[in-house]
């Protein structure tokens, strides 16, 4: 399970794997639901440096997501389609 800001688009799976990727520490944001249970959550929230917990790392302030113009997009995606074809 991934627990994401009100902000992430919950049906991009692309959205909430980058959060996760960039907004979960596994020694800090791990949390088993079942001791006996393979379930597992993962805190990917965004973090600030108030809640740094004495003795660990500080957390640094989360970055803004970079969107790339529509334009830029579409030629990126053609010269992979061109270069490599693919979609």
Excluded: N
Excluded at 7 to 30: C, K, M, N, Y
């Amino acid at each position: 399970m991934f627990v994401v800001d009100s902000t992430v688009d919950i049906q991009s799976r692309d959205e909430v794997l980058f959060h996760w990727g960039a907004g979960a520490d596994p020694g800090r944001d791990l949390v088993r639901i079942e001791e006996s249970s393979k379930i597992i959550a993962f805190d990917c929230t965004a973090k600030s440096p108030s809640e740094r917990v004495e003795g660990e790392e500080p957390i640094r302030r989360y970055p803004p997501r970079l969107e790339m113009e529509r334009s830029i997009v579409e030629r990126v995606s053609a010269r992979w389609r061109a270069a490599y074809g693919l979609d």
